[in-house]
């Protein structure tokens, strides 16, 4: 399955497949209607939450331009206009964290059932029709250890960069962590307390402009110890 790592293609890629879940579908997958509904709620609360997001970083840019209008417009007898807060829609069920996970293995649940075909995941949109993937472009990493610190290198190509992904080892898995326009990246997270070690993962995807393209590079993994 091809669940998305990027939280706005996430959100389109959960709204896909909900919107075909009527009540046979759900009944052919053995879906009852408790894991649906939850299901829903994390969508709706996710869109919530980004849009919230949205709002207010057009809030606070609205208080930086206020604040240069402020300054730096000739004096004109104009009085100065505070940014407005942004008004939210009325809040929907709020969910638990690890959105994610349990879309994942909501979708796991139908791609193990007895009823499911890969064409069926390729129209929920959980899954890649090899017959539109004639290739594959994804970064090939390498990572060593520069001055106790993972140095990250790859083929930079005619792509803007690498999106990075990161696992720490603290359960957590594969966060979202930085992204990098050179062919080389030094993490410089603080390193484990002296005297223990830990396995750091990674996975890069390339960027064309701020937007992923390709899919994600194979794991490497290094381990770092404290100093």
């Not at 939210?88 to 879309?103: K, W």
């Not at 539109?132 to 090939?140: A, Q, T």
């Amino acid at each position: 399955m091809d669940i998305e790592l990027g939280i706005g293609p996430l959100h389109r890629q959960m709204g896909n497949l909900l919107s075909k879940m009527d009540a046979a579908t759900c009944a052919k997958f053995d879906i009852d209607k408790a894991e649906l509904a939850t299901e829903i709620d994390d969508y709706n609360f996710l869109g919530w939450a980004l849009g919230a997001k949205t709002a207010y970083q057009s809030y606070s840019k609205s208080w930086t331009d206020f604040v240069e209008h402020l300054v730096h417009d000739d004096d004109t007898n104009i009085l100065a206009i505070l940014p407005t807060l942004p008004t939210l829609p009325a809040l929907p069920a709020v969910s638990l964290v690890g959105i994610r996970d349990r879309f994942e293995k909501f979708c796991k649940k139908i791609a193990n059932h007895k009823n499911c075909t890969q064409a069926i995941l390729v129209n929920l949109g959980v899954a890649s029709d090899p017959a539109s993937k004639p290739s594959i472009v994804k970064p090939v990493a390498k990572v060593k250890l520069e001055a106790g610190h993972p140095l990250i290198s790859y083929k930079k190509g005619d792509f803007t960069g690498v999106r990075i992904y990161k696992d720490s080892g603290d359960g957590k898995g594969f966060v979202r962590f930085d992204k990098s326009n050179l062919s080389k990246f030094k993490d410089d997270s603080p390193l484990p307390p002296a005297g223990t070690a830990v396995i750091w993962r990674y996975r890069l995807i390339f960027l064309q402009g701020n937007t992923e393209v390709g899919d994600l590079s194979d794991i490497i993994e290094i381990t770092v110890a404290g100093i």
